[in-house]
């Protein structure tokens, strides 16, 4: 692997500019364009990063210079008020226990997802039981009729004898005797 040029910070054109040797046919290793892709998606993001940070810069010199061009003074020179003081630790009180709650309902909320969770497996498994019995008892019945039936085809295959009578019509489930 080529080794970033820069020294301390990392750009993304350092990152960019990492190679890594290609794997050999057959032994394990990273596929080069997989290695090449996460290399892109870091750049990207270091990339971003440095144009946020940029902005920020900037914003922090605008309000500086027209805080200079209108006779302020640099932020935090001024001793707050206590009204502001209070001000201040009571909404940051507030924050803390509005951030309490989120914990606390994040971890409610894990809990009941959990539970359900655990309840739609255990009722999807009762079901899939019951599935496999009506399966079962539904198979037997097929094998049985098939029976049934592969026995009346080799009946009625056989030929009928003259001093033979004929045997009686079987009765098959679910078909209906006709009464004489």
């Known amino acids: 692997m080529t080794e970033p040029r820069s020294q301390g ?21 990273y596929r080069e364009a997989d290695v090449d892709a996460f290399v892109d998606l870091v750049a990207d993001v270091l990339a971003d990063r440095d144009r ?11 309000v500086k210079d027209w805080r200079r061009a209108h006779g302020m003074a640099e932020q935090g020179t001024r001793t707050p008020s206590p009204e502001e003081v209070h001000l201040y630790s009571r909404a940051q009180l507030r924050a803390e226990a509005l951030e309490a709650r989120a914990e606390q309902i994040v971890v409610q909320a894990e809990a009941a ?18 599935l496999g019995v009506h399966a079962t008892v539904i198979r037997a019945q ?7 039936l592969i026995q009346d085809i080799h009946t ?4 009928i004898q003259p001093d033979t009578e004929m045997p009686p019509p079987q009765h098959l489930p679910g078909t209906h005797r006709i009464h004489d």
């Open 156 to 159: 009625l295959g056989q030929p």
């Open 52 to 62: 946020a940070i940029a902005r920020e810069r900037e914003e922090v010199h605008r």
């Open 142 to 148: 097929l094998e049985a009729q098939l029976q049934r």
């Open 9 to 29: 910070r990392l750009t993304p054109h350092d990152i960019r500019q990492v190679t890594f040797p290609p794997s050999r046919f057959g032994s394990r290793g």
């Open 113 to 130: 997802a959990q539970q359900r969770f655990t309840e739609i497996l255990q009722r999807a498994g009762e079901q899939a039981k019951v």
